[in-house]
């Protein structure tokens, strides 16, 4: 940082960092140690390039001939509690195969369009657009009130950015993630894309996060406990000297969106379930550039890294075999993640 000193905000200002609350409660004592007790407020470099939250979009409307998941006739919220994780039977997982692979098409017919100028609120346009001409419903719209079909997450924004006016700069950083109801199931899958040309930290950032979850996929095994994965992501991203967000999770998926188990991204000693052939689950780690904390923005979704340091987010949906696990999100044309550090 600096050893310039930039003006902290009022204790009762919205703090720096965009998440609506009062500085007060949010990063002042953070402020406060920062150098031999002094308050500064944030990076001007890093406030310079940092996520605003944009003008939202009214909600775009989906064919009613095209099938629902029960939550969006239930103002949204998944009826009943979570399932628990039971061997999926083949046609289920026979589903599951074709709802991945159309979710990792949508990601593959966005790829073209990022580049700086672009809106995440576009791409979201174009997200709906194919995922509705596949005869699916994107699962995130209506989602506990959530208004788009894909998540778009720039930069710090650790997960579920809200697509906006915001346009798209040379250097970002942009995960989106797909989720789409098809044939009575969920295919989820989310990729990090570089805009124009990124810094190299950004770019080891990306890089280690695709190491990551080829390491937690690489542990999801038959016989293994869940907490296998979690150790597998967290030893190599903090080996980097990288922080792995605790807060947001993977999850059991199928029939309904988010099923138990809940996939830990580190180390957690309750997760001592055991996996066996034919469960079926999201690995999806985030590995932040710094602190693995984050903040809220008011709206209740975007998550973004508490010293708006970058972060990054992959993910895929797998299949646990009697042998190595299979991905269902993949086509033809997508490479699997791979340590390429």
Known sequence: ????QTQAPGRNDPCWCGSGKKYKRCHAGQDAGATRGRRRGP???????????????EARPVPADIPRPAYVDNDGT?????????????????RMRRAGRAAREVLEALEPHVRPGVTTDELDALAHEHIVSLGAYPSPLQYHGFPKAVCTS???????GIPDDRTLQEGDALNVDVTLYLDGVHGD?????RVGEVDPDTDRLIVVTEAALAAGIDAA??????????????????AEGMGVVRTFVGHGIGEDFHAEPTVYHYDEPSATLVLEPGMTLTIEPMINFGTWRHVMWDDGWTAVT?????SAQMEHTVLITDDAPELLTLTDRTEPPRDRR
């Open 1 to 4: 940082m600096s050893d310039t």
């Open 43 to 57: 990076d001007p470099e890093r406030i310079a390039a940092r996520v605003r939250p944009g003008r939202i979009g």
């Open 78 to 94: 998944p009826p009943g509690p979570r399932r628990p994780a039971i061997p999926q039977d083949p046609d289920v997982i026979a």
């Open 154 to 160: 720039v930069n710090e924004v650790i997960c579920h």
């Open 189 to 193: 899958t989310s990729t990090m894309f």
């Open 221 to 238: 095994r038959p016989g293994n406990q869940l907490r296998e994965i979690g150790r597998a992501i967290q030893d190599l991203a903090e």
């Open 306 to 310: 508490a010293d708006l340091k970058p």
